[in-house]
């Protein structure tokens, strides 16, 4: 069983829908919770970024947290042709200094905003 | 910052030849990780660095992949021979891992990636 599960999708929704993306995971240790955008033939790039259970608003993005039942959301409101991209989840653990970190990605859900 | 730069961002090369691909991080990081992304397999972390030191490489496939880092501002990723199923993108990132001390810890900002073809 992978660590996290994303459904890769593809998603496809009108502009101006409520997207939901949505990911579940086992490790209890995890407790730092991102959200990537990755627009084609780009690097990913850091859209969200969260701590804490509850939920962290930035504009139309709104990242929620429930470690009670280990899954995470991204709800992206109004959205535009511009959110097309492909977004993934990801997760740490807290790691001792002297190792570093890793995150855990998502496979990554592809996203299609139709105009 | 002109953030992570990675080279060369394409490469088409025959199967048995060694392929090089090379990464920059952003100065003052002190994490490298270097991830293949497929269709089939997503984003996959083949190893990482802290502090110029591999502490992870169970990602790496076979011994055909190595991977260097010589200094805090360079690090490489090998594979030789090269083989058709490692067609793939490979993506260089970096970190900041201080504790607490950065606002944001863990989080890691990726290069363009280097699309690899193996013919």
């Known amino acids: 069983q992978k660590e996290v599960e994303q459904d890769p999708g593809p998603l496809s929704v009108p502009e101006g829908a409520i997207v939901s993306l949505n990911c579940t995971y086992s490790n209890s240790a995890f407790q730092y919770f991102m959200w990537y955008r990755q627009y084609s033939r780009k690097g990913p790039e850091l859209l969200m970024y969260t701590y804490s259970s509850g939920n962290k608003e930035d504009g139309r993005f709104t990242a929620q947290v429930d470690k009670s039942s280990k899954y995470i959301s991204l709800f992206i409101r109004d959205s535009q042709p511009s959110d097309s991209a492909t977004y993934l989840c990801a997760m740490s653990a807290r790691e001792k200094e002297t190792s570093g970190s890793r995150l855990t990605f998502g496979e990554g859900t592809q996203l299609t905003v139709n105009p | 910052d002109a953030g992570v730069i990675q080279s060369p961002r394409h490469e088409v090369t025959e199967m048995g030849q060694e392929v090089t691909l090379r990464c920059k991080p952003i100065?003052?990081?002190?994490?490298l990780f270097w991830y293949r992304q497929t269709m089939m397999r997503g984003l996959e972390l083949l190893i990482y660095?802290?502090?110029?030191?591999?502490?992870?490489d169970s990602g790496m496939p076979e011994d055909r992949f190595s991977a260097k880092m010589p200094n805090a501002s360079f690090s490489t990723l090998k594979i030789q021979p090269s083989e058709p199923r490692d067609s793939a993108v490979y993506f260089c990132?970096?970190?900041?891992?201080?504790?607490?001390?950065?606002?944001?810890?863990?989080?890691?900002?990726f290069g363009p990636g280097t699309r690899l073809t193996v013919t």
């Open positions: 100065s003052g990081h002190n994490s």
């Open positions: 660095f802290n502090n110029n030191v591999p502490i992870d």
């Open positions: 990132a970096s970190s900041f891992t201080g504790g607490l001390v950065s606002p944001r810890p863990y989080e890691q900002y």
